[in-house]
């Protein structure tokens, strides 16, 4: 059985068509905007430079296994709780 994983152009594809229904004004060149919760939605504004890291595109993978390449919050929406992003985004940003 075979696993198909989204390459980087793929999700940077997605993210553009995600970013473009958003604001795009309140996003700081070179960082995206996603929506993180299992319930309600957080926003948190994240360094581009996430998506070239695995632990990243872990999450990535899960948000496309639940949501395909639609995000009905207009931006990328990411399935897991607050806190798990809060800890991955801390480490990568010591990094």
Do not use: W
């Amino acid at each position: 059985m075979a696993i198909h994983l989204p390459s980087i152009p793929q999700i940077k594809k997605s993210l553009r068509r995600s970013l473009s229904n958003t604001k795009t004004s309140s996003v700081p060149k070179g960082h995206i905007a996603v929506y993180v919760g299992e319930n309600q939605n957080k926003r948190f504004v994240v360094p581009i430079s996430y998506l070239n890291h695995h632990l990243f595109q872990t999450l990535l993978n899960q948000a496309e296994e639940e949501f395909g390449f639609y995000h009905p919050m207009g931006g990328l929406t990411i399935p897991c709780d607050e806190d798990t992003f809060i800890d991955l985004t801390n480490q990568l940003s010591s990094l």
